[in-house]
């Protein structure tokens, strides 16, 4: 491939087609020709880390309450398909099973610390471990919502990439991302303004990766902007799409 193509990174793993977040998800996501996953990870109440978006069970899982309130095996006993056919009795994944399924496949790995609104004190320093002890820090890209957190990541992320992740619309974000000493800026689709901005970002040094770009024609706009990856829940369209197709 190019080395300037855009690449295909999996939003949650193949969220479109497998439960969002679980080894099937990833393993499709591998399968479909991601080369790259993004997944979101808490911890639970006794310190496992655990990969699941929302800080509440309800919207992907049968059960209720905060991931925060419930031990490793609390978690474990739930059923994670959250309404995908053929899916039933799949179980929300530890950090360490995910990595183990993505270590093989040589894809970069964007683990995204979801510790914004529950802060999950020591969350950085256990994922750079979890990281490190898989050897799988030069594959790692790591992100979060909060600024606090990047800066606790600087010093510790031991060769992983750092990315600037941001919901708000910013018309300059390589000037946060500078401060922020981040090597990527991960904006919303709709705040990727055009090609003279994706531009302007990586003269600037930083890869542009946005988020989520599923449709056919979002996909043909970001690939002509020329960003440097896209997160997508459809890496089978995406594919087929950079392909020509
Ligand atoms: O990391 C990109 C994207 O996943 C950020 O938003 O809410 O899907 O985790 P969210
Ligand atoms: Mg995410």
Redesign the pocket.
């Known amino acids: 491939m190019d080395e300037h193509a855009t690449r295909i990174w999996a939003?949650?793993g193949a969220s479109a087609y497998a439960p969002e977040n679980t080894l099937p998800a990833f393993e499709l996501a591998l399968a479909q020709g991601a080369e790259g996953v993004?997944f979101?990870v808490q911890l639970s109440a006794d310190g496992t880390i655990v990969v699941i978006?929302d800080e509440t069970l309800a919207r992907t899982t049968d059960g209720t309450g905060n991931v925060c309130d419930h031990t490793f095996a609390q978690l474990r006993r739930l059923d994670a398909c959250a309404g995908h056919v053929g899916f039933r009795g799949v179980t929300i994944p530890s950090l360490d099973e995910v990595l183990e399924v993505l270590e093989p496949s040589g894809v970069t790995i964007?683990i995204?610390l979801?510790n914004s609104e529950v802060p999950y004190p020591g969350l950085e320093e256990q994922v750079v471990a979890a990281v490190a002890s898989f050897g799988l820090a030069g594959r790692v890209v790591l992100?979060t919502?909060s600024e606090q957190s990047v800066r606790r990541l600087g010093p510790l992320a031991g060769g992983s990439e750092l990315a600037f992740?941001y919901t708000d619309p910013r018309l300059r974000p390589w000037r946060p991302a500078a401060e922020l000493g981040v090597a990527a800026i991960?904006p919303p689709l709709p705040y990727v303004f055009g090609a003279g901005f994706v531009r302007r970002a990586q003269a600037a040094g930083f890869a542009v990766r946005p988020?989520?770009v599923d449709g056919e024609r979002s996909l043909r706009r970001m690939l002509r902007y020329g960003v440097d990856a896209v997160?997508t829940n459809t890496v089978d369209v995406a594919v087929a799409v950079r392909s020509g197709g």
């Open positions: 939003h949650r993004e979101d978006h964007n995204e979801k992100s919502f992740l991960h988020w989520v997160f």
